[in-house]
């Protein structure tokens, strides 16, 4: 159990607040990438609740620093969907069939039967740490998303990695279907991505959520600092990723 690991990554947290800022410009040919990516913003609040449904699941195996630090998380997912909201509403971007379509997948997630710790350590590793970076490469400067989507990694970064080190100290596992489930969600985010360059290469986002899941790694992802994510249950308290 690596009790110190929690305690230390709760002081590492840093406020902020939630900045109400104009839409931006994105990029040619990302418009409904980015779309889908905003719309998959209502798992956030679900993430909260998987985390109380897993602290109940797990009430007598948790110590008090890892009830305090999923608390803080489940507390970071309300400003999350608060500042997601307010993203969306300023690109407004989004088709009512975009919305429907994320409303199902969210449904999925919910009704898949990993444990709930271990569907929020999948989703946070292998799905936000490709969302997030696609807000920042795919949108212009001056536009919310950017600074949205900063604030809300250097979060993530925490959260993935108590929620995998959690897993594994909960004795937890992946299904092959939660893998898929991953995927296919990553899937229905890029399927009409289609910008030039490096960053609007949907193949390229996808290998990156793959080996983020299979390896902890994205090495197409290294020069943003963003791609690093030790493997599932591998995760130790000197090795932490590194999300910027």
């Known amino acids: 159990m690596q009790e110190n690991f929690y305690k230390s990554q709760l002081n590492k947290k840093t406020s902020w607040r939630v900045v109400k800022g104009q839409a931006g410009a994105v990029m040619p040919g990302s ?16 993430v909260a609740e998987f985390l109380k449904d897993g602290s109940k699941r797990e009430l007598g195996k948790l110590t008090p620093d890892m009830v305090a630090v999923i608390q ?3 507390d970071d997912e309300v400003k999350h969907d608060e500042a997601l909201n307010h993203a969306a509403s300023v690109y407004n971007l ?3 069939k975009e919305t429907s379509d994320a409303k199902y997948i969210c449904r999925e997630w919910i009704d898949h039967p990993d444990h709930p710790i271990a569907k929020t350590a999948v989703m946070e590793s292998s799905l936000f740490f490709v969302l997030l ?3 920042r490469f795919l949108t212009a400067k001056g536009g919310c998303l950017k600074a949205t989507s900063q604030d809300i990694s250097n979060d993530v970064n925490i959260h993935a990695a108590v929620h995998r080190q959690m897993s594994k100290d909960l004795g937890l596992t992946v299904s092959p279907s939660l893998n898929k489930l991953r995927r296919d969600t990553v899937d229905w985010m890029l399927a009409d991505l289609n910008s030039p360059g490096k960053w609007g290469s949907r193949e390229m986002w996808m290998r990156s959520s793959d080996s983020l899941f299979e390896k902890g790694i994205a090495p197409e992802l290294a020069s943003t600092g963003s791609y690093s994510m030790p493997a599932f249950f591998e995760i130790r308290s000197d090795n932490l990723p590194s999300y910027g």
């Open 94 to 96: 989004a088709t009512s």
């Open 133 to 135: 970076p696609m807000f």
């Open 31 to 46: 418009e409904r990438a980015i779309a889908r990516a905003l719309e998959l913003r209502i798992l956030e609040l679900e």
């Open 72 to 74: 803080s998380n489940i």
